[in-house]
């Protein structure tokens, strides 16, 4: 081929590339894309869940109608209910895992399982329910499946609220100082995404900004507030950004245009990636350091690691939110990871944590565990997903725990994992409680 030809060629194809870099960016992942594992035979799938796309937890008349001159989006369900989005691609999250399990005859085709072999479990909130409704929907379509959840409705569960159930002075005192060792550098990082959301939002022509009742954000007015009974909670520009971030990416998969769901910008894949940073950062600094994640799993732990031996039981649905997806793999020590192919890098919205259990052929057992969720083009097309055209799928690796050339961990490992992890709780209890002498461990650095 003629050299000069050869070199327009050459520069034309990064050019195309450089134009459709959302496109490139989800080509990132070569790896296949399946839960199988060959050569073994599937036992058992245990999933906890974080609920579909929601509407934003606060509605008009809140900081998010005062900080941008902008309309929303207009939602089709109340603030933080599920949307009709969200359960359309709940329903067929749940067809795709239908027809894997029937591949893998786990279940057979239009299967009516006796109630011991399927149990779905949701928080009390609407959002939460709804999901495992229309998840069972598509997973069990001829079953009528019943969701429990066990207290009223529109509050939170103690299984799946993510609060602190144990609180003494001294724990504070140890867990807010973790908290800032972990993520004061990452907070102090923000200051580019903050100038991005800015932006994007138009915050300075906002009534809120000119009346003086919505300020600039700041990467150094972060309070961490660590109360007994409640979840951990936040003052200062890292809420409120949250708020704003996690707004805008739920608008950026509801809004079929792209310019109109950033308000006019023309952002790229990194730029939303880089909004929603800050709600993934507002999340691991509440839920995922060791201290407080070991403290609000701990419930969660306990019915995880009691399903996965639930005498009888085929497939467990549990469904919460992010904080509790987030705050069980920080409280298994999980190793850090960035999710391909999605702009949420932590527990993006409708992902679940999959621990699925498998035999050899010399009836050994182990057990996967994969964080499935849907890439943004998924949740803004809504394209029918089957074995050929399903989620993303991401293998979780776990500190000092090793998996075998299939990625699947030895079953006596795992569950000795989920024992740790549940007996730390009673620990943090031991060695915090305000009658101890503050002889205690040193915050734990960042690695």
């Excluded at 060791?290 to 306990?302: E, I, R, T």
């Excluded at 074995?387 to 690796?397: E, K, T």
Aim: glycine fraction near 6%; charged fraction near 25%; hydrophobic fraction near 40%.
């Amino acid at each position: 081929m003629n050299q000069k030809i050869f070199s327009k060629i050459i520069v034309l194809a990064v050019f195309v590339a450089l134009l459709m870099g959302t496109v490139v960016s989800f080509a990132e992942d070569t790896r296949e894309q399946s839960l199988s594992r060959e050569g073994y035979t599937l036992e058992q799938v245990v999933i906890l869940s974080r609920h579909n796309i929601r509407s934003p937890l606060s509605g008009k008349g809140s900081v998010l109608g005062e900080i941008t001159p902008h309309d929303w989006f207009s939602w089709s369900s109340e603030p933080s209910e599920l949307s009709i989005r969200g359960g359309v691609l709940e329903t067929e999250l749940g067809q795709y895992f239908r027809k894997w399990l029937e591949s893998e005859n786990l279940i057979p085709e239009n299967y009516r399982p006796d109630p011991i072999e399927v149990r779905f479990y949701a928080n009390s909130k609407q959002r939460t329910i709804a999901t495992a409704q229309y998840f069972s929907s598509g997973f069990l379509p001829v079953a009528n499946a019943l969701i429990e959840h066990h207290v009223e409705y529109d509050t939170m569960d103690p299984v799946f609220l993510p609060g602190l159930t144990f609180a003494s002075d001294a724990y504070r005192e140890y867990a807010e100082a973790e908290i800032r060792a972990q993520f004061t550098d990452k907070i102090n990082d923000l200051s580019d995404n903050y100038a991005l959301i800015t932006d994007v939002i138009d915050m300075v022509d906002s009534n809120g900004y000119k009346n003086g009742s919505v300020n600039a954000f700041r990467t150094d007015d972060t309070e961490i507030i660590l109360n007994a009974g409640a979840e951990p909670a936040m003052k200062g520009s890292l809420k409120t950004a949250c708020s704003v971030a996690d707004a805008l990416v739920l608008q950026y998969y509801e809004e079929p245009d792209e310019i109109k769901a950033a308000f006019g910008h023309q952002l790229s894949f990194d730029d939303w990636k880089k909004i929603s940073e800050i709600k993934d950062l507002y999340n691991d600094v509440l839920f995922t350091s060791p201290l407080v994640s070991a403290n609000v799993a701990h419930p969660l732990l306990q019915e995880i690691r009691n399903e996965m031996e639930a005498d009888g039981r085929l497939f467990t649905f549990l469904c919460g939110h992010d904080s509790n997806v987030g705050s069980v793999l920080a409280a298994l020590g999980v190793e850090d990871y960035e999710l391909p192919n999605s702009i949420e890098l932590k527990t993006p919205i409708g992902c679940k944590l999959v621990f699925t259990k498998w035999s050899d052929a010399e009836g050994k057992d182990y057990w996967g565990v994969d964080l499935v969720y849907l890439n943004p083009d998924q949740l803004r097309t809504m394209p029918l997903l089957g074995l050929d055209n399903g989620p993303m799928i991401f293998p979780i690796s776990f500190d000092g725990l090793e998996p075998n050339q299939a990625g699947l961990y030895n079953e006596a490992d795992l569950l000795e994992r989920f024992d740790q992890a549940i007996a730390a709780y009673d620990t943090i209890v031991e060695t915090y409680s305000d009658n101890v002498p503050a002889e205690v461990p040193e915050p734990k650095q960042a690695q």
